[in-house]
C-alpha cells in the first residue's frame, strides 16, 4: 500500500459540526495538496504544503477551513461551524514537489466524501 | 476568467475505435504544463499524460496521445483503440510556473466506451 491514503472514506456530519479529514501521503513525498471536488465539477485547489509549511493556501474558501502537517508527513484538513455547501470529496495529492519541474506528478488518493445534512 | 476549458461534458465511443477529448487553456505566462487525469467510478484520479509548453513533440503514453497546439492553446487528448475500461471522467489541467504547483482543472469530460 504504497499510495497516498484518506480516511474516512466517508463522512456524514450536521450542519455547525466539526470534522477533520486526515490524508497520509506517498512516504517521502515533500509536497502535499488539498483540493475540494463538487458534484459535476473539476478539483478545486485549497491548499499546497511544502514540508511542513503551508507554501499556498490562497483556495481555501474562508476561515473555517483550516490544514495542518505539523510533521512534514500526515495533513489533517480541518472544517469548522460545518455547512451544506462544504459537502463534496475532498481529495488529497502529493508529489515528490523537487520543484522545477513541470512534470512533478501528484498522485491522488481515494478522496472523502463529506456530507453535511 | 475560466483557465482551462472543455466543452465535452459527455462523449461516446466504440471499442477499438479512436477518441479525441478537447481542452482549451488560457494562460499569458510562456512557461506551463499541461495534463491528463482519468478519474473512474471509484473517485481516485488517475495520471495519463503530460505536455510542457516548450516540449516540441506531442507526449505520447501508450494508447494516449496528446494533441498539442500551442498558439491555438489546446491541448486535446487523443485515445486509440478505445477499451471498455477507458469508460470513465476525463479531467484537463494546467500548471503555471510561479503559480506554486497547484493545478488548475476543467470540468470534466464523462466517456463512455461502448461494445
Known amino acids: 500500500g504504497a499510495g497516498v491514503s484518506q480516511t474516512p472514506s466517508n463522512k456524514v456530519t450536521e450542519k455547525g459540526k466539526y470534522v477533520e479529514l486526515r490524508c497520509d501521503p506517498i512516504?517521502?513525498?515533500?509536497?502535499l495538496y488539498w483540493y475540494r471536488q463538487s458534484l459535476g465539477q473539476g478539483p478545486e485547489f485549497l491548499i499546497y504544503?511544502?514540508?511542513?509549511?503551508?507554501?499556498?493556501d490562497s483556495g481555501l474558501p474562508n476561515d473555517r477551513f483550516f490544514a495542518v502537517r505539523p510533521e512534514g508527513s500526515v495533513s489533517t484538513l480541518k472544517i469548522q461551524r460545518t455547512e451544506r455547501g462544504d459537502s463534496a470529496v475532498y481529495l488529497c495529492?502529493?508529489?515528490?514537489?523537487?520543484?522545477?519541474?513541470?512534470?512533478?506528478?501528484?498522485?491522488f488518493g481515494p478522496g472523502t466524501r463529506l456530507t453535511v445534512l | 476568467a475560466q483557465k482551462i476549458t472543455q466543452t465535452q461534458p459527455g462523449m461516446f465511443v466504440q471499442e477499438k475505435e479512436a477518441v479525441t477529448l478537447d481542452c482549451t487553456y488560457d494562460?499569458?505566462?510562456?512557461?506551463?504544463?499541461l495534463f491528463w487525469y482519468k478519474q473512474p467510478s471509484s473517485g481516485e484520479m488517475i495520471f495519463l499524460i503530460y505536455?510542457?509548453?516548450?516540449?516540441?513533440q506531442n507526449a505520447t503514453e501508450g494508447r494516449y496521445s496528446l494533441n498539442f497546439q500551442k498558439a491555438r492553446k489546446s491541448a486535446n487528448l487523443v485515445i486509440s483503440a478505445s477499451q471498455l475500461g477507458d469508460s470513465a471522467m476525463y479531467f484537463c489541467?494546467?500548471?503555471?510556473?510561479?503559480?506554486?504547483?497547484?493545478?488548475?482543472f476543467g470540468t470534466g469530460t464523462r466517456l463512455q466506451v461502448f461494445p
Open positions: 504544503f511544502q514540508g511542513t509549511g503551508a507554501a499556498d
Open positions: 495529492a502529493s508529489s515528490s514537489g523537487t520543484g522545477g519541474g513541470f512534470d512533478n506528478e501528484q498522485f
Open positions: 489541467a494546467m500548471r503555471e510556473e510561479g503559480n506554486t504547483d497547484k493545478l488548475i
Open positions: 505536455q510542457g509548453s516548450y516540449d516540441q
Open positions: 494562460t499569458s505566462d510562456p512557461s506551463y504544463g
Open positions: 512516504s517521502g513525498h515533500t509536497a
